[in-house]
Structures are given as structure tokens and as C-alpha cells.
T-cell receptor, first 112, second 116 residues
């Protein structure tokens, strides 16, 4: 039962352009959403989060958008940099964050 | 801040050996710690959740007697893979979070376990 889905396994963008990573979920009870970045042989690093009472959260070059009616969230990175190349996981959790579910990840490649 | 240290990073051992993996929160108190397993090209699969001082809650399909979890303090949790076999070979990652509303989980760097 895959409650969090990232349908694009990979994305390639040019340096300086916008990267848009998408994520869909099925459980309407999820109320906290997160994005993590992962390099090979390392654990995921927390990037940005958003609670269900908001539809946008911004932190520097990273912005997360939440569309609750569509059960969809996205991560925008602008401008994209080569150092952003990594696998990005979206995650969703219930109110107490003890049940967090991950998407399968999207590998982002930013070309110089 | 929010640093989680996981040790060892890589283990190779013979079939039948028990392997212990440590997960420490270095600069915060982790009321809850989580253990995940990741298969190649797949997402993180939650194995169990542990709260300090209480028994771990295991996900369906995860053998409690196989994967022993101890969360003895607010900064340390251990996962012991007992009598490991080649099918237990995987990438194991721990995470930790503090209490208080919505808090992100912070992850260790994972342990690559290879059973010969």
C-alpha cells in the first residue's frame, strides 16, 4: 500500500533553471509533509516541511507547495545548482509524526 | 544542529552472526527513534518505532525476535540483527526526533550490512 507516490524516478534540469519535484498522497489524514535530500551512502537530510494548515512554505531557494484538495505537493528549487543533484524523497505523516511514509524518490540531476 | 550519528557505517560478517547497530542523537533528546530498511532503488521502509524506556512498535511483517530494538536513553537506540542471514543484507537507517508538535525526523548516515 503505497500511500505516498513520486511518479517521476528522475529529473534533469539545467543550472540556473527551476526544478519542480512532485509528490502525491492518498491518505487524507496526513497533516505534515516533508522533503528530504539524499546523497549515495548517506542518510536523508531534512530540507523543508509544511503542515496541512498552510499551502506554501519557503526557505531560501526551496519552496514547498501543498494542494490538499488534489492531495499533491511539490518542491520548487530555484535557481537550481549542480550541488542540488541528489535523490529527493517526499514524506507524509499523521498528527504525531510517528507514522511517516516515504515516496520512492526522484533523482535530480542539475547540469552545469 | 539535529545531528544523528549511526555506527557502524559498514558491516560484513558471516551468516549466523548477530550484528548490533547504534543510533545516537548528538545534540538533542530523541523521545522517539525509528529504524528503516532500504532495498536498492526503493524507498525507505519503516521497520519499527521506539520510545525511550518502552518496547518498540514493529511494523507488520517485521520479526521482533529477529530485529531487537532497545531505546535505553533519550540519546541512544540500538538495533540488533540476530542470527543474520544473507537475506538480511540491506541498508539500515535510523532516525530520531524530539517531542513537541510537528518535528522532522533527523536521519543517521545508515549502515550497509552484508551477510556472507
Amino acid at each position: 500500500d503505497q500511500q505516498v507516490k513520486q511518479n517521476s524516478p528522475s529529473l534533469s534540469v539545467q543550472e540556473g533553471r527551476i526544478s519542480i519535484l512532485n509528490c502525491d498522497y492518498t491518505n487524507s489524514m496526513f497533516d505534515y509533509f516533508l522533503w528530504y535530500k539524499k546523497y549515495p551512502a548517506e542518510g536523508p537530510t531534512f530540507l523543508i516541511s509544511i503542515s496541512s494548515i498552510k499551502d506554501k512554505n519557503e526557505d531560501g531557494r526551496f519552496t514547498v507547495f501543498l494542494n490538499k484538495s488534489a492531495k499533491h505537493l511539490s518542491l520548487h528549487i530555484v535557481p537550481s545548482q549542480p550541488g542540488d543533484s541528489a535523490v529527493y524523497f517526499c514524506a507524509a505523516s499523521l498528527y504525531n509524526n510517528n507514522d511517516m511514509r516515504f515516496g520512492a524518490g526522484t533523482r535530480l540531476t542539475v547540469k552545469p | 544542529g539535529a545531528v544523528v550519528s549511526q555506527h557502524p557505517s559498514w558491516v560484513i560478517c558471516k551468516s549466523g552472526t548477530s550484528v548490533k547497530i547504534e543510533c545516537r542523537s548528538l545534540d538533542f533528546q530523541a523521545t522517539t527513534m525509528f529504524w528503516y530498511r532500504q532495498f536498492p532503488k526503493q524507498s525507505l521502509m519503516l521497520m519499527a518505532t521506539s520510545n525511550e524506556g518502552s518496547k518498540a512498535t514493529y511494523e507488520q511483517g517485521v520479526e521482533k525476535d529477529k530485529f531487537l530494538i532497545n531505546h535505553a536513553s533519550l540519546t541512544l537506540s540500538t538495533l540488533t540483527v540476530t542470527s543474520a542471514h544473507p537475506e538480511d543484507s540491506s541498508f539500515y537507517i535510523c532516525s530520531a526526533r524530539s517531542s513537541g508538535g510537528h518535528q522532522p525526523q533527523h536521519f543517521g548516515d545508515g549502515t550497509r550490512l552484508s551477510i556472507l
